[in-house]
């Protein structure tokens, strides 16, 4: 978002391509034999071509809401509260 802000393009294509490579990651990491994984496919799916996207266009309020969905997992993880968006 800071790089957005600022105009620094360069800066905001490089933090999009390290998104895309997290969630290609997250994908390849799922057990398709777990049930929660097929559910998950579908989620991180839908936040990459979210990313995706927001490479040839960007979408400010997509990527605001692939990072806040992305921070929400990550707190029910850790057991940490979530807070409102």
Do not use: C
């Amino acid at each position: 978002m800071w790089a957005d802000t600022n105009g620094r393009t360069d800066v905001r294509r490089k933090a999009l391509e390290r998104a895309q490579m997290g969630l290609i990651t997250l994908l390849s990491g799922l057990d398709m034999a777990q049930p929660v994984s097929k559910s998950l496919d579908v989620f991180y799916r839908s936040l990459l071509a979210r990313v995706t996207n927001a490479q040839k266009h960007f979408n400010r309020t997509a990527v605001e809401m692939t990072r806040d969905d992305l921070a929400h997992i990550a707190a029910s993880l850790t057991g940490e509260p979530r807070r409102a968006a």
